[in-house]
């Protein structure tokens, strides 16, 4: 087939529902992406400036029109900075979510959070010890409250680097220091980028770049690291489980309601909702068969890894699961969440409802949740989309789901392995995994949806490499069946033996976008137990369809840790052949890794394998040409 909608997605749902959505006349991102071709080539390479009135301000590439913007500005500051906006905006965003959950974790220390609860407490226990509270004697309830002071300190800490560092190896940790770039408060860095970045600070791209690696640390190893965490103690750490995905997930006989955004404090309430036998009864009355909850883009993954509830889509699949006319409501919290989703709703029956303070989208009612309102609010809603059932139209549910393995949380995996990861470098060092890559982040029309990562996940597993997954990268695979047992026919005979023993799949769903964070931990666990360096270890990283601001600072702590990345979409950059060098080769010397840049992920998997032998050579362990 080759249609535009098969150019569009390789996705089968994806392709039939965008082509019901044109045949009504409906528009998609992928109608607007185009309606913007071309792209503006200042924007596309960084050289366009509107920090201040004085401008906006452009430079011309080709040197016969203005190399300075109004203030004196050549390209390479132009790029520094604009670059220095995008890692901020993305630590940000990740870390305000953490900020989110600690005031969660402090609400419920303090009972004024009904129907949330402290899951796991081993792990507030552990948590807490490295923050140095002790837990002798003490109830679950006042660690929490102590644990939540002293993460929401982290945030503004007066403190020299931030607590969580210290879970880097100790190499790192150094490499760090030297340079200047481990992290202290949270928001100080980004609030500092936005300082440097204002006309007439730091005028240096060099210095620019390097406080752009120190705020993405505070996102990794900061804020980041504390959503991952608090989510795991307020609503469980992952275990495996099976679930299904894509948009065939959606029931013709049932209440249909699909979260959507990044903050699983929302969605948990409205699981419990959704389980509730009065709302049941209520739904069964209307004349359904049950109250289906599904997620899309992350929350939906913080669903997936925690409750095994379905996932009906990631990021260019969010538009077209509302044309499936089956989505009674759908609930959002924050980030990703297109402005686009309540005009697509309305040509359909879907009840759209916003739940953040801090994000408020066209055609959509607001119904703020709080911590001590949330689960009142949640029955409320689920009342109402049980009240639209019977306003659907047309459904058409395109195809059968695919079933899906997720919950590989660090614990998980090291659970998995039989409490050590000895049996994962005893599997890397004799060759059978020859190594691991991250494959993380977004869909971009750029690229055809799933392509990216579907393709590279199957080049790097055919040749015995191990994917962990997260974000809309993880719902990418799943669709494509990567996440069952049977994907071992598509491994390698190495990756095949290891995870066939271990009942896993070759490609493991450790979460949602927060959760890359735990990506940095299971490879500090692997640098720890073989006294290396994470920049040591044969492993990548990943974001082969990556759009967002978050998903660049991913990349920048990525390298920042040691670990080399190999974007999709090229960032803003080309403007500044000086940056472009030292983000690909010249990091290396600093950091021990780069990017590299390669939008075809045929060849992405050659650089990566290439690299990962490389590694593998410098420890001394059997490689390979590739
Ligand atoms: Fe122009 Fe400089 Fe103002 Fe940017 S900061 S808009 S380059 S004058
Ligand atoms: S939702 S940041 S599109 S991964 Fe986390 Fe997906 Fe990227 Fe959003």
């Known amino acids: ?348 029956h879907t009840k759209m409802v916003s739940t953040s303070d801090k994000a408020r989208f066209p055609g959509m009612e607001h119904q703020e949740f709080h911590p001590e309102n949330a689960a009142a609010k949640a029955k409320t809603l689920v009342k109402d989309a049980i009240a639209n059932f019977d306003r659907r139209g047309e459904v058409f549910i395109p195809v059968e789901s695919v079933e899906c393995m997720g919950g590989f949380s660090v614990e998980a995996i090291v659970g998995a392995l039989g409490g050590t990861p000895k049996p994962l470098i005893d599997a890397i060092a004799a060759g059978k995994i020859r190594g691991a890559v991250g494959i993380v982040g977004c869909n971009n029309p750029r690229i055809k949806q799933d392509y990216g990562h579907v393709t590279l996940t199957q080049r790097l597993i055919e040749n015995d490499i191990l994917v962990v997954d997260t974000g809309c990268a993880s719902v990418a695979t799943a669709k494509a069946g990567f996440k069952q047992s049977k994907a071992l026919e598509k491994a390698g005979p190495g990756l095949k033996e290891v995870c066939g023993a271990l009942g896993v799949p070759p490609v493991l769903h450790v979460g949602s976008c927060v959760d890359n964070v735990r990506i940095l931990v299971l490879a500090s666990a692997l640098a720890n137990a073989l006294g290396v360096d994470i920049s040591d270890l044969p492993i990548a990283g990943a974001a082969p369809e990556w759009y967002s601001e978050k998903a660049a600072t991913i990349g920048v702590y990525f390298v920042a840790s040691g670990v080399y990345t190999v974007l999709g979409p090229m960032p803003p950059i080309t403007g500044s052949m000086n940056i472009v060098k030292l983000l690909t080769e010249g990091l290396n010397d600093a950091v021990g890794a780069t990017f590299a840049v390669e939008a075809d992920p045929e060849k992405a998997a050659v650089l990566i394998r290439t690299h990962i032998e490389g590694k593998r050579k410098k420890l001394g362990l059997p490689h390979m040409q590739v």
């Not at 507030?124 to 923050?131: G, P, T």
């Not at 690696?213 to 991952?228: E, F």
């Not at 095994?308 to 990631?314: D, E, S, T, V, Y």
Request: net charge neutral; with cysteine.
């Open 1 to 348: 087939m080759n249609d535009k909608y098969s150019s569009s997605t390789i996705t089968e749902d994806g392709r039939l529902l965008l082509k019901k959505m044109e045949r009504e006349g409906v528009e998609s991102v992928w109608d607007r992406f185009q309606a913007q071709l071309p792209n503006c080539g200042y924007c596309e390479m960084g050289l366009s400036c509107r920090i201040c009135v004085m401008g906006p301000c452009r430079i011309d590439p080709f040197g016969e029109g203005p190399q300075r913007g109004v203030c004196g500005a050549d390209a390479d500051i132009m790029v520094a900075r604009n670059l220095g906006r995008m890692i901020a905006a993305g630590a940000a965003s990740h870390s305000d979510h953490g900020r989110d959950l600690v005031e969660v974790l402090g609400k419920v220390a303090v009972n004024e959070a009904p129907g949330y609860q402290l899951r796991d407490v081993e792990k507030l226990k552990r948590v807490a010890a490295e923050f140095g509270i002790t837990a002798d004697g003490k109830k679950p309830n006042q660690i929490a409250a102590e644990l939540s002071d002293a993460m929401a300190e982290e945030y503004g800490t007066r403190k020299k680097e931030l607590t969580l560092v210290k879970r880097a190896p100790a190499k790192r940790q150094e490499i760090w220091r030297k340079l200047g770039v481990a992290p202290r408060g949270i928001d100080r860095e980004t609030s500092e980028m936005m300082h440097r970045t204002h006309m007439g600070v730091d005028n240096d791209w060099k210095s620019l770049l390097l406080h752009g690696i120190r705020n993405s640390l505070s996102d990794g190893w900061g804020g980041s690291m504390i959503a991952t965490e608090v989510s795991d103690i307020l609503f469980g750490t992952p275990k495996p489980g099976v679930t299904k995905v894509n948009a065939g997930v959606l029931k013709k006989d049932q209440v249909n309601i699909i979260v959507h955004g990044h903050n699983p404090v929302v969605s948990e309430m409205l699981l419990h909702a959704c389980q509730d036998p009065d709302l049941l009864k209520m739904a069964k009355d209307k004349g359904a068969n049950g109250i289906n909850l599904a997620g899309v883009c992350c929350t939906g993954n913080e669903l997936l890894m925690r409750a095994g509830i379905p996932m009906a889509g990631n990021h260019l699949t969010t538009e077209l699961v509302l044309a499936t006319g089956a989505v009674d409501m759908m609930v959002v919290d924050y980030q990703c969440i297109m402005p686009s989703l309540g005009t697509v709703a309305a040509c359909y």
